[in-house]
């Protein structure tokens, strides 16, 4: 079993910055992929800012560059820093995890529980 726990988040006035950390836990895993989400209210979840275990990135047109994700693959850690802030990023942000099981060989997904980002006008 894999623990994705997220950090960061809050309240923050536009144009102000914030920095997201999250973190898997557990044994017997290697990471493929994390990556976070965010989900407005009435709104779909949509991708912000991925990084492969080999350093690739993507980010959504929206936060080019404004945000920047980066990961470290031992300490499967993954962060997001973001700059410039919009009403618009106002969103719960959620941590996302692909890993491979050393155990089974098989792929599976984890999520983190979710942060609030509040950006004020």
């Known amino acids: 079993q894999v623990q994705v726990v997220e950090s960061g988040g809050g309240l923050v006035q536009a144009g102000g910055s914030l920095r997201l950390s999250c973190v898997a836990s557990?044994?017997?895993?290697?990471?493929?992929?994390m990556g976070w989400y965010r989900q407005a209210p009435g709104k779909q979840r949509e991708l912000v800012a991925s990084?492969?275990?080999?350093?690739?990135?993507a980010y959504a047109d929206s936060v080019k560059g404004r945000f920047t994700i980066s990961g470290d693959n031992a300490k499967k850690l993954v962060s997001l820093q973001m700059n410039s802030l919009e009403p618009e990023d106002t969103a719960v942000y959620y941590c996302?995890?692909?890993?491979?099981?050393?155990?089974?060989?098989?792929?599976?997904?984890?999520w983190g529980q979710g942060t609030q980002v509040t950006v004020s006008p």
């Open positions: 996302h995890v692909n890993i491979n099981s050393r155990s089974t060989y098989r792929t599976y997904d984890y």
């Open positions: 557990g044994s017997l895993f290697s990471i493929n992929v």
């Open positions: 990084i492969t275990s080999g350093g690739t990135t």
